[in-house]
């Protein structure tokens, strides 16, 4: 063999003929000889062992990609690794590391009775210690008996893990380092069956048992996915079946309701038009024995305007009963009965049946304008046919239909018949038409002359033909955008208001207030430049663009030339009037975005012309600016202070001249600032008008000082100064009576004053607040008289108790207009004793102006002389 031809010599033949070194020499050659046979007998059997191992690996390679299931392919392993080495003791057994669960997938042994279940999991944690859970856990070979490796590891016997074996192997199965299973083999009767070589081969053998199981499960995973999206296929494929055969159902359903409504137009009589419909209906459903009944126009008879019954044939009007059609009429809904059914609606004496008895009975409502006109019903004598939920759901559907078409074509009747008459009063109609057509033409044109005029308006005013404050700031952005992009650009806007003009037309009447507002708008218009603009803001504010300046004096020019147009007198209505006016100049700054900013700052230097005098125009500065932020600082601060309640009454005495007796007292409001100290009205009070807070600060005022009056002795009665504001809310009066109520403060012992200007808002309302609050005791006396339009029919018209004379015509007694003011309080005290009405003088601080005020005949006085306001003492 492997090539060396070997010769057979006879025993001892050629040695006795040899040298004794010759013969050791070939006795050596045959030890060689005999080694090398040994060796190639190795190699070959390496060579089959590899040979086998290799068509193992194909053949679990060819496993992993077969149909047959998991355990059949187990059991061919099985036989595979038999064939490698002694296996008739076999397991796999596979460990879930993150689960820590573990399952027998392959388990064949003639001694342990254990039987494994591949699909059940077991707990690893839970697990008794035994060697296939050191195999597990340890991640290595091991191979020796089993009691030598339980010794080695410190597992105690256990029989419920099965017998002893001789010789056991078990290896791991590895996945990126992490071991997934295992595999063991063992031998109960002979020890040392496995060497180190099956050992390694049953290593390597094991990561391709293991890639097999790998690619079997993936297979059967993939085959499950693929069934479970067979069925959902097979799903979508029977509802969409489902879907069509709907679908198929609507579109006839569609077209039944297509054909009613076509019949309704088409058909020649009432009777076709129920023949068809019969047809419809059969077709939807079985009505070989169909009737459609109606109520008569007094709801006492039934008549059957169709019927088809094999049965009963004809179907004679009849009064109204109780059959089952009677039942659906008064029910309203829809009835489907079988024998059964109408057995227990006649037992419960609900029905009352007419005619063949039916089998099967559905009959629905027929409906027109929500009201139950009549019955469409089909019925079944045979147990063949029966109608279903679905006929009923159907049936009623279409009746709805029929019932709609059924009136299209009583409608259309109707119009047949007028027909006839249509034509001739179409005739007369286009007779008309045409006579309306000359007009129609020229009320498009009056139209369009409408629309014109609406544009016009929507940006004019209306009363003055002025441009309104959507033009003007419209054209205020087009010059604020052309400015920044010329940095020489100068223009301003100029923010007029008629002085005193509410006193003008409450006094006169609005059409005069109107006239006047006509008049200065065309007066500023005509003192203005070809380019300015001149708007109407709305009420008596006015504004003016004037573009291409050459800086603030060229505005403070134009301001002076309109209030020169404005001065000159106006004769309106029979009445000579001067009208005047304060303006506000707000020059372009590259701080202003917006035309409304530019507007606000010259509507703030406006208030202040008029606060320095009206007559005359302002420009709007840095130091204006910080004024309107202090005034906006202020405002904050007096919504702080209501929250506070940090407002208290000071009270001045009123007196008699004659004996400095006091009779009563005037509540004077001082707001304790948290910064500032105390502050007097005159540093609040145009603030919390003009934010409409002093209406809340007065309610604060007026609880403290009738809690005041409830709580300390006050001499005489307390007057409480009321902002014309008050009067404007209808229950004031009852307001105030309920603070004295609540305090149980007799209301006689209060007073409210009030100035001229509140008598000239609401004169009707505000005569209705002072007799209600005189007819409980509180009376009221007129403030600063002498100062304002003071209309002696005021003094008539309105419960007045008494009179202030202005502190202004006190002072005026010690000055040098003596003479003038002397003769106004003679006769305000003349007038006030006529009417029955006291008089109180205002501001006196001398005892020369009291005895000259005593000598004219006035009776009472307040002032510094007779004690400066003070707070109540506790």
């Known amino acids: 063999m492997n090539g060396v031809r070997v010769v057979q010599l006879p025993n001892g033949a050629n040695d006795a003929h040899m040298p004794p070194g010759e013969q050791d020499h070939a006795q050596l050659g045959k030890e060689d000889l005999i080694q090398l046979l040994q060796q190639a007998g190795q190699r070959i059997e390496?060579?089959?062992?590899?040979?086998?191992?290799?068509?193992?690996?194909?053949?679990?390679?060819?496993?992993?990609?077969?149909?047959?299931?998991?355990?059949?392919?187990?059991?061919?392993?099985?036989?595979?690794?038999?064939?490698?080495?002694?296996?008739?003791?076999?397991?796999i057994v596979l460990y879930d590391e993150f689960r820590q669960k573990i399952r027998f997938l392959y388990f064949v042994d003639k001694l342990d009775p254990f039987i494994n279940d591949p699909d059940a999991e077991l707990d690893f944690d839970k697990a008794d210690a035994n060697l296939t859970v050191a195999l597990l856990q340890g991640g290595e070979a091991m191979r020796g008996p089993s009691r030598e490796l339980r010794a080695q590891r410190s597992i105690p016997p256990d029989p419920s893990n099965g017998p002893d074996s001789a010789d056991w192997l078990g290896v791991p199965m590895l996945r990126e380092d992490r071991v997934v299973g295992g595999i063991v083999v063992q031998s109960y009767e002979h020890p040392s069956v496995y060497s180190d070589e099956d050992r390694a081969l049953l290593t390597y053998v094991a990561q391709h048992i293991l890639t097999a199981l790998d690619r079997h499960h993936a297979r059967e995973r993939l085959e499950q996915r693929v069934e479970e999206r067979t069925r959902a296929l097979k799903q979508a494929n029977l509802d969409l079946q489902a879907e069509v055969v709907e679908r198929q159902r609507s579109q006839e359903l569609q077209r039944t309701l297509f054909r009613i409504a076509e019949l309704s137009m088409i058909s020649d009589s009432l009777e076709h038009f129920y023949a068809e419909i019969h047809k419809v209906v059969g077709g939807l459903l079985y009505a070989r024995n169909f009737y459609i009944a109606m109520l008569s126009a007094d709801a006492t008879m039934l008549e059957f305007a169709y019927s088809v019954d094999e049965r009963d044939i004809v179907r004679k009007p009849r009064k109204i009963a109780s059959s089952l059609t009677e039942y659906v009429l008064s029910t309203g809904k829809p009835l489907l009965a079988d024998r059964r059914r109408i057995s227990q609606l006649e037992s419960a004496g609900k029905v009352i049946s007419h005619g063949a008895l039916a089998h099967c009975w559905l009959g629905v409502p027929l409906l027109h304008e929500d009201k139950v006109v009549g019955v469409i019903a089909v019925q079944s004598y045979s147990p063949e046919?029966?109608?279903?939920?679905?006929?009923?759901?159907?049936?009623?559907?279409?009746?709805?239909?029929?019932?709609?078409?059924?009136?299209?074509?009583?409608?259309?009747?109707?119009?047949?018949?007028?027909?006839?008459?249509?034509?001739?009063?179409?005739?007369?109609?286009?007779?008309?038409?045409?006579?309306?057509?000359?007009?129609?033409?020229?009320?498009?044109?009056?139209?369009?002359?409408?629309?014109?005029?609406?544009t016009h308006q929507a940006m004019h005013d209306v009363l003055t033909g002025l441009p309104n404050r959507a033009q003007l700031l419209e054209k205020l952005d087009l010059a604020i955008a052309n400015a920044r992009k010329h940095a020489d650009a100068c223009f301003a806007v100029l923010f007029l208001d008629l002085d005193r003009f509410k006193l003008v037309n409450d006094s006169v009447g609005h059409a005069v207030g109107d006239e006047l507002l006509v008049e200065s708008g065309r007066r500023i218009a005509s003192s203005m430049r070809g380019d300015d603009m001149v708007t109407r803001l709305g009420g008596d504010e006015f504004a003016i663009l004037a573009e291409g300046l050459d800086g603030p004096g060229m505005a403070e020019e134009l301001a002076h030339r309109v209030l020169a147009a404005l001065g000159a007198p106006i004769w309106i209505a029979g009445r000579e009037l001067f009208p005047t006016a304060s303006i506000g100049i707000a020059m372009w700054q590259p701080r202003y975005d917006t035309g409304e900013e530019m507007l606000r700052d010259a509507d703030a230097a406006m208030y202040r012309a008029k606060s320095d005098g009206r007559d005359r125009s302002m420009l709007f500065d840095e130091a204006m600016r910080d004024e309107v932020l202090r005034a906006l600082d202020l405002e904050s601060d007096l919504r702080r202070a209501i929250n506070n309640d940090a407002f208290e009454p000071y009270y001045q005495p009123i007196v008699k001249l004659g004996n400095a007796e006091q009779v009563g007292g005037e509540a004077l409001l001082r707001w304790r600032h948290e910064k500032r100290g105390l502050l007097a009205p005159g540093e609040f009070i145009d603030v919390g008008e003009d934010s409409g807070l002093i209406e809340q600060v007065d309610w604060l005022m007026y609880a403290r000082v009738i809690a005041d009056m409830a709580t300390h002795a006050m001499p005489g009665y307390v007057a409480i100064n009321v902002s014309p504001r008050h009067f404007r809310s209808p229950d004031f009066a009852e307001r105030l009576l309920g603070l004295l109520d609540v305090a149980g403060v007799d209301p006689s012992r209060l007073r409210i004053e009030i100035t001229e200007v509140a008598l000239l808002d609401d004169a009707p309302r505000i005569s209705e607040t002072l007799n209600l609050l005189r007819s409980q005791g509180v009376l009221a006396q007129l403030d600063d008289f002498g100062t304002g339009f003071s209309a002696l029919s005021y003094l008539h018209r309105f419960p007045i108790a008494a009179l202030k004379i202005d502190r202004s015509f006190v002072a005026d007694l010690s000055g040098d207009a003596r003479n003038e003011s002397v003769a106004v309080i003679r006769a305000i005290v003349a007038l006030a004793g006529s009417l029955g009405i006291e008089i109180i003088a205002e501001g006196v601080e001398t005892m020369a102006q009291r005895e000259c005020l005593r000598e004219l005949g006035c009776i009472y006085a307040q002032g510094y002389l007779f004690g400066r306001p003070v707070p109540l003492e506790d």
Not at 48 to 54: G, I
Not at 403 to 417: E, F, I, P
């Open 46 to 91: 390496s060579l089959r062992r590899s040979e086998r191992l290799q068509q193992s690996l194909y053949e679990i390679a060819d496993l992993a990609g077969g149909s047959q299931d998991m355990q059949d392919m187990l059991r061919r392993i099985h036989v595979i690794v038999g064939a490698l080495m002694y296996a008739e003791n076999f397991y």
């Open 385 to 454: 046919f029966t109608f279903s939920i679905h006929d009923q759901e159907l049936l009623t559907f279409v009746a709805f239909h029929i019932g709609s078409g059924l009136a299209r074509k009583q409608a259309q009747d109707k119009l047949v018949l007028a027909h006839a008459g249509l034509e001739q009063r179409v005739s007369e109609r286009t007779r008309e038409l045409a006579e309306a057509n000359a007009e129609l033409v020229e009320q498009i044109s009056e139209r369009m002359r409408a629309e014109r005029k609406l």
